[in-house]
Antibody, heavy 121, light 107 residues
Framework: EVQLVESGGGLVQPGRSLRLSCAASGFTFDDYAMHWVRQAPGKGLEWVSGISWNSGSIGYADSVKGRFTISRDNAKNSLYLQMNSLRAEDTALYYC??????????????WGQGTMVTVSS | IQLTQSPSSLSASVGDRVTITCRASQGISSYLAWYQQKPGKAPKLLIYAASTLQSGVPSRFSGSGSGTDFTLTISSLQPEDFATYYCQQLNSYPQLTFGGGTKVEIK
């Protein structure tokens, strides 16, 4: 079964850091681009970051550029999001998503169930 | 690139034909996808490359358009189709964007 399972969310104070993980199974992980997408409570979807199959192409939304870092470990079938200098506006459900292809130019066909990040003092 | 969806919400009845539009602030060729999201669930890919139906998605869903103007059509609305729909552009990678969403509610 193709599956993505996110972990690492929680309650964190503003200015602190958090690292999200996404464990993939049921497909050849290193054949596909991967992404993080977030959704603030009651709001729409916001693409956060994406990484190509070999980490050669990486992109970030302007709202997180310079604070968040995406990475992947193909040997461990895992995707990560290092989030630094967290702000209240980063509070959201964070989804891991699989691209249909190897580069960032493909739609997202598999999604995890998300991990909640709450930034509050 | 900004994506503007209209309407932001609509009420419709089972069996209705429903059309949702997505307008890009600049041309994106056919690099557009549509997703469906139900409350408490992850989004589901419906259409990619503007008009290609994702495997397993019912044929009552269709997409059209290129350049700046795109349309998602549900030919005969079913009870399970009440959800929020999002468009996404993949042209300006490595920065991708979603539209604001269209909520389809029961009339």
């Amino acid at each position: 079964e193709v599956q993505l399972v996110e972990s690492g969310g929680g309650l964190v104070q503003p200015g602190r850091s958090l690292r999200l993980s996404c464990a993939a199974s049921g497909f050849t992980f290193d054949d596909y681009a991967m992404h993080w997408v977030r959704q603030a409570p009651g709001k729409g979807l916001e693409w956060v970051s994406g990484i190509s199959w070999n980490s050669g192409s990486i992109g970030y939304a302007d709202s997180v550029k310079g604070r968040f870092t995406i990475s992947r470990d193909n040997a461990k079938n895992s995707l990560y999001l290092q989030m630094n200098s967290l702000r209240a506006e980063d509070t959201a459900l964070y989804y891991c998503a699989k691209g249909v292809g190897a580069t960032l130019r493909y739609a997202f066909d598999i999604w995890g169930q998300g991990t909640m990040v709450t930034v509050s003092s | 690139i900004q994506l503007t969806q209209s309407p932001s919400s609509l009420s419709a009845s089972v069996g209705d034909r429903v059309t949702i539009t997505c307008r890009a602030s600049q041309g994106i060729s056919s690099y557009l996808a549509w997703y469906q999201q139900k409350p408490g669930k992850a989004p589901k890919l419906l259409i990619y490359a503007a008009s290609t139906l994702q495997s397993g998605v019912p044929s009552r869903f269709s997409g059209s358009g290129s350049g700046t103007d795109f349309t998602l059509t549900i030919s005969s609305l079913q009870p399970e189709d009440f959800a929020t729909y999002y468009c996404q552009q993949l042209n300006s990678y490595p920065q991708l964007t979603f539209g604001g969403g269209t909520k389809v509610e029961i009339k």
